[in-house]
């Protein structure tokens, strides 16, 4: 049976605006409560070591003003460990960071770096926050996180957002293999990054898949169209993907 999709909204990219002039506008908050109006379930942010978007004054914010779940996107460093366990947001997804990265370009390894990740999510579980781990669609990198006990990942679908042709039927399947894998495990299955109106239905379509959290492609819409309709058009998407509607140019998932 196909579980309800939740959509999270990544407003990281609202304050990248604020953050271009200073001062307090466009406000990430506001973002985040008109998503949860136009139909997400939750609200996503990713605090960098460099806070290049969103700041600790944010963080404080999303989680005291907006009435919905928030899920903390953070490196698994002991200075975001404390924020999280201080916040105590409903979810943590941990992410990897290079400093010098645009944006984050692949997933985290839980097979080398478990010695780093075994703490972090030990910490945030007793602390009754749900972990997920950023990885690629790969076997290992699954077989890894159930190994550290986390309940969910996110799959990182980079790689089938940016290829073409049969190269993103390939990273597409990638993916639907990597969501068998987890609902063989028991793991809760969540995807993200660069998903847009014309790639997200097939990865919503995969009936096992409960979450997609995207920011960078609705918050950009947004300057045409505004946030509200952006996340109201890609809910209309998702959902009839789920209902087995059109799966858009790359065709069923088989
Ligand atoms: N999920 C995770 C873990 C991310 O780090 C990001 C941002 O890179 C996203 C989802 C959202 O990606 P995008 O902004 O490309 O939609």
């Keep these: 049976m196909a579980l309800y999709l939740r959509l999270g909204i990544n407003v990281d990219h609202v304050a990248t605006v604020r953050n271009a002039r200073g001062g307090f506008h466009p406000d990430p908050v506001r973002a985040a409560n008109l998503a949860i ?13 460099d806070r290049r978007h969103i700041t600790d004054a944010d963080l404080d914010r999303l989680l005291h003003e907006v009435k919905a779940p928030f899920n903390l996107e953070m490196a698994a460093t002991d ?13 943590v997804c941990l992410v990897p960071e290079r400093r010098e990265e645009r ?40 077989e ?12 990182h679908t980079g790689a089938y957002c940016h290829a073409a042709g049969a190269d993103a039927g390939r990273e597409l399947a990638r993916i639907v293999a990597a969501a068998q894998r987890c609902d063989s495990l028991g793991l809760e299955c969540h995807a993200g990054h660069g998903l847009t109106y014309d790639n997200v239905a097939p990865v919503a379509a995969i009936p ?3 979450e997609l959290n995207i920011g960078h492609f609705l918050v950009g819409e947004a300057v045409f ?17 789920r209902a087995g509607g059109p799966v858009g140019v790359l065709g069923g998932i088989g």
Excluded at 79 to 91: C, S
Excluded at 118 to 135: C, K, Y
Excluded at 144 to 155: I, K, S, T, Y
């Design 79 to 91: 200075e975001m460990l404390q924020i999280a366990l201080a916040g105590r947001p409903h979810a």
């Design 103 to 142: 944006t984050t370009e692949g997933g985290l390894d839980a097979v080398t770096g478990r010695s780093t990740l075994q703490p972090v999510v030990h910490a945030l579980t007793e602390a009754g926050i749900r972990v997920s781990l950023f990885i690629e669609p790969a076997a290992e990198q699954i």
């Design 208 to 210: 096992t898949m409960a």
């Design 144 to 155: 890894a996180a159930a190994a550290l006990g986390a309940p969910a990942v996110e799959l």
């Design 225 to 241: 169209v505004g946030l509200d309709a952006s996340i109201r058009h890609m809910r209309a998407v998702m959902d009839g993907a």
């Design 37 to 49: 109006a136009a139909g997400a379930d939750g609200i996503t942010a990713h605090l960098r070591e």
